[in-house]
């Protein structure tokens, strides 16, 4: 609960809920089975502004704090079950949007940043790439320059929001022998010729998410594609990641404390040996505990947007965030299933999908393993 914050907080945190329960409450059991993408839920989120929340007001945004907007995603993951679609706008803003906001060109926020923000235009980043993995370093997609265009060549998969994207942020190496420092960004509308997008792919969990690979043969673009400078695209990928890794987890906090509550609601109504099974205290000490890690998982989220807010780099707190967080919520998952039993079996159950949709967290923006990685290296490991 968000009780012990300040009260707007809790006054964003309490809107976002209504307005997730009003508009985004759908019937997952078939968008599900059929994979479909939530356009309507898309635009309705645009409608509440929510691309606009932390956007400064001189990109027409509306200037919310990354402590603000962590409460209102809060909010939406406890009204929304549609998880897929919350991972979605998650992708748009933190490696897109943001992206944009601070490595673009005026010339390029003028001309992409409106359609993003209204919703209009859907965003995707491509950075993955098969044989490489969480390894961005050895990416192997290749950028060319030709007078004043660059050509791409090479492979990106599982791109969130490919089938369904209209701008890309493709990273691409202009020359292997620089390593990192010959990656460079490029911004590429996915209405370019040489750019192909694969249908999407069919996954465990999160399926209203739209995933996809994408194949670049000789896609020409020009050199005001470019997004920051030649050979810094590892510093805005960093960047990127860093607010992604620090902040994506925070609709699984709303989600987490809707499985508690109706878990604890359960407990207390669901009865065997003449008595509620929230007596038997293997239950009761299960509930506990889920409640302890998620108040824990909650203050490393916020620790990381008040570290954003003060202006401070918040690099070894959001990968601490992201494991940790995405551990709990993948254990917390499995808890709620084993309280269930049976019942938490069936398919499309909400015990069920909370399960498929919590894996998916153990890999998207880093592994565990990879996390860890970089706590070491910052603990100078």
Known sequence: MLNDRPLKLQDLNHHARQFAHKHLYKDLALTEHLAMFDHEGWIKCAEFGLFRLAIPEKFGGKGATRTELIAIMEGLGYGCEDNGLLFSINAHLWTVVLPLIAHGTPEQQAQFLPSL????????????????????????????????????????????????????????????????????????????????????????????AQMGKITLKDCRIPVSSVLG????????????????????????????????????????????????????????????????????????????????DEG????????????????????????????????GYLANSPAERGIRDSIASLIYSGTSDIQRNIIAMELGL
């Open 312 to 343: 401070h780099n918040a690099f070894l707190e959001a990968a601490s965030a992201k494991l940790f967080v995405s551990e709990t919520y993948t254990k917390f998952s499995l808890d709620v299933f084993r309280l269930y039993g049976a019942q």
């Open 117 to 208: 923000l209204d919703g209009s235009m859907i965003g995707a980043n491509a950075s993955t790439e098969e044989q490489a993995g969480s390894d961005v370093f050895s990416m192997q997609t290749q950028a060319v320059k030709q007078d004043d265009h660059y050509i791409l060549n090479g492979t990106k998969c599982y791109i969130t929001n490919a089938p369904i994207a209209d701008l890309f942020v493709i990273y691409a190496n202009l020359d292997p022998n620089l390593d990192p420092l010959g990656i460079t960004a490029f911004l590429v509308p996915s209405s370019t010729p040489g750019l192909e997008i694969s249908s999407p792919l069919p996954k465990m969990g999160m399926r209203t």
């Open 229 to 308: 400078k030649i050979g810094r695209g590892m510093a805005i990928f960093e960047n990127a990641m860093e607010n992604e890794r620090g902040c994506l987890l925070a609709s699984a906090l709303g989600t987490m404390q809707r499985q508690l509550e109706n878990a604890i609601q359960h407990a207390r109504t669901r009865k065997q040996f003449d008595h509620a099974i929230s007596k038997n205290q293997a239950v009761s000490h299960r509930l506990v505990d889920m409640k302890v890690s998620l108040d824990a998982a909650r203050e490393m989220i916020y620790r990381v947007a008040r570290l954003k």
